[in-house]
């Protein structure tokens, strides 16, 4: 994979896994247009690479995972401007969201405002015990636009997805593993190890399946049952035309460890 420079994102590619870095830990990793524009353009690059099977989302510094949108960009933005910065993080958090990796936010502090939203746009979130969420948009007379009202009631319900935009609340990692906004709490020294091994592990499957899988799990959450059960009936039947498959039904009955290769 070609690797680019950004002025705001470390990337790293190891064994598979991507770690994606953002770094502007002067403003606790807050997201301005330029930002997200990076985001947007490493995402498309990892989503055509077979190379990548994992990305990691992290922040940079041991404060926050990104502590919103950048407020200092916004403060002076007409309502054109502000509808543009939310359609670029809509792009970009639909490209992290959909591609055919399956991503992990390593939330390692502060996600509020748009950190909280960028994380739900990730497959999985596994919180450090000092963690952070929060929507506090409406301290700032506006609301959240980078998917909060959209993300949040998907994951957590309505009711306690409209508590914490009305409220502003901040709750700490172990009640967003209560409600169901996080997948573990791990010790914030742990979290990049606890992510790397969980991205192993996922990688050690069929990786063309996980990302069948993701997709009929996306596109059957945002539709009826009965389309979301016609989705995934002709996702298995696909399933069944790939090598992987072939390999790993004979392998389980040869009682040998498969050699899963599609992706
Ligand atoms: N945008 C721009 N700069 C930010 C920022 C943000 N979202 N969050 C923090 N910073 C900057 C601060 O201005 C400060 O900069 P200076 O050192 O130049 O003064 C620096 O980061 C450190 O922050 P604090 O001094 O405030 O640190 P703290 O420990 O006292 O507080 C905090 C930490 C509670 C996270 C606090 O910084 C804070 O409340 N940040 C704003 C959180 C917020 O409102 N986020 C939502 C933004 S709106 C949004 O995200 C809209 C959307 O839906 C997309």
New binding site residues.
């Given amino acids: 994979m070609e690797m680019k420079t950004y002025n705001n994102l470390l990337v790293e590619v190891e064994d598979g896994i991507a770690v994606i870095t953002i770094n502007r830990p002067?403003?606790?990793n807050?997201l301005n247009s330029e930002t997200l524009a990076e985001l947007g353009d490493i995402a498309s690059t990892i989503e055509k690479s077979k190379e990548v099977k994992v990305v990691i989302l992290t922040g940079a510094g041991q404060?926050?995972f990104v502590?919103?949108?950048?407020?200092?960009e916004m403060v002076n933005a007409t309502a054109q401007e502000g509808r543009a910065m939310a359609l670029l993080?809509a792009e970009t958090f639909n490209c992290l969201e959909n591609m055919p990796q399956v991503t992990i936010a390593a939330v390692n502090g502060?996600a509020?405002?748009?950190g909280c939203?960028i994380s739900m746009a990730c497959d999985i979130r596994i919180a450090a015990d000092n963690a952070k969420f929060g929507q506090?948009?409406v301290?700032?007379g506006?609301l959240?636009?980078?998917g909060?009202t959209q993300r949040l009631p998907r994951l957590v319900g309505k009711g306690r997805a409209k508590e914490l935009i009305f409220t502003t609340d901040q709750i700490d990692a172990e009640e967003a593993y209560r409600i169901g906004l996080v997948n573990k709490v791990v010790p914030q020294t742990e979290l990049l190890d606890y992510c790397k091994s969980m991205a192993k592990k996922i990688m050690s499957k069929a990786s063309y399946g996980v990302t069948l899988a993701k997709q009929a799990i996306n596109t059957g959450m945002d539709t009826d049952l009965e389309s979301g059960l016609k989705l995934e009936a002709n996702l298995f039947g696909l399933a069944f035309a790939t090598h992987d498959k072939a390999e790993g039904m004979q392998a389980f009955l040869e009682k040998r460890k498969a050699d899963l290769t599609d992706f």
Avoid: Q, R, T, V
């Fill in positions: 002067k403003s606790l807050a404060k926050a502590a919103g949108a950048d407020i200092s993080a502060y509020l405002g748009g939203e506090p948009e301290n700032l506006i959240p636009g980078f909060g």
